[in-house]
């Protein structure tokens, strides 16, 4: 599969491959911040983007699935956190 179909499944499917090990949390994220970066130009949908933060979340979870502990659950999240990222004003 290639990143671009990647970055279009659905979250069911997308956990469905994460969980079967056909595709890692760390290509999944990759393609949707590479398609992000491709129409953000359009769409004006982020205020900040932190892809290295991104890349390593998903390397962790896939870390943690490799010694057995399940698909990491979180929620994505509209807003930064002001802590550590810009916030939009």
Avoid: F, Y
Wanted: charged share 30%; with cysteine; glycine share 8%.
């Amino acid at each position: 599969m290639t990143d671009s179909s990647v970055s279009n499944l659905t979250v069911t499917a997308a956990a469905a491959r994460i969980a079967r090990r056909v595709t890692g949390s760390d290509e999944l994220v990759g393609a949707c911040l590479d398609r992000i970066v491709a129409l953000e130009p359009r769409v004006h949908a982020w205020t900040c983007l932190d892809r290295e933060r991104a890349l390593e979340q998903a390397s962790k979870a896939d870390g943690q699935r490799k010694e057995g502990k399940g698909v990491p659950r979180s929620a994505a999240r509209d807003r930064c956190d002001g802590l550590t990222l810009p916030r939009g004003e």
